[in-house]
C-alpha cells in the first residue's frame, strides 16, 4: 500500500513538469492575498486591489469573422497590465462559438476604462457588431 502511494506522489509530481510555484501566504490577513477576478458578462464596472488580476471573457464566431478586441492599444493602459490575450476553442465544430480571454494585472491605484469591440478585423471602417465598455478601479 505505501507502494502505490508513492508511485502516486511521483507521478503526481512529475505531471506538474516544473511548473509549480511556491509563493508565500500570509494566512493573517486573507485580503492581502491577489484575487482573480473573472467577469463573462459585460458589467459597467468593476473593482480590484493592486496586484489582482481581472480575466475577461467573450463568446465569438470566428467562423463568420468576428473577433473580440481591445480597442486601444495596450500602450495607453495607465493602471493595468494585458497579460494575455488567449482564444480557446470550444468545441470541434464549424460555426461553434470560441470564447476569447483577456487577462490584465493591476498595477497601481486608479481609475481606467476599458473598450473591447467585436468586429471584423478587415472592416475597420465600419462600426463594430457589438461592444462593452467597463471601468475599472483600481484600489491600493
Given at each position: 500500500m505505501r507502494y502505490f502511494f508513492l508511485v502516486l506522489f511521483v507521478l503526481t509530481a512529475a505531471g506538474c513538469?516544473?511548473?509549480?510555484?511556491?509563493?508565500?501566504?500570509?494566512?493573517?490577513?486573507?485580503?492581502?492575498?491577489?484575487?482573480?477576478?473573472v467577469l463573462e458578462d459585460c458589467l459597467p464596472e468593476s473593482a480590484v486591489k493592486v496586484g489582482d488580476s481581472l480575466l475577461f471573457r467573450f463568446t465569438e464566431f470566428p467562423?463568420?469573422?468576428?473577433s473580440w478586441l481591445l480597442s486601444e492599444p495596450d500602450s495607453v493602459l495607465q493602471f493595468l497590465k494585458l497579460v494575455s490575450v488567449d482564444r480557446?476553442?470550444?468545441?470541434?465544430?464549424d460555426g461553434s462559438p470560441d470564447?476569447?480571454?483577456?487577462?490584465?494585472?493591476?498595477?497601481?491605484?486608479?481609475?481606467?476604462?476599458?473598450?473591447?469591440?467585436?468586429?471584423?478585423?478587415?472592416e475597420t471602417h465600419k462600426p463594430p457588431h457589438d461592444s462593452c465598455v467597463v471601468s475599472v478601479t483600481v484600489r491600493k
Open positions: 513538469g516544473g511548473q509549480y510555484k511556491q509563493t508565500s501566504v500570509n494566512l493573517q490577513n486573507p485580503d492581502s492575498l491577489p484575487q482573480k477576478m467562423g463568420r469573422g468576428y480557446v476553442q470550444l468545441a470541434d465544430l470564447r476569447v480571454e483577456f487577462l490584465f494585472t493591476a498595477t497601481r491605484a486608479g481609475r481606467q476604462s476599458l473598450r473591447f469591440i467585436y468586429i471584423r478585423p478587415w
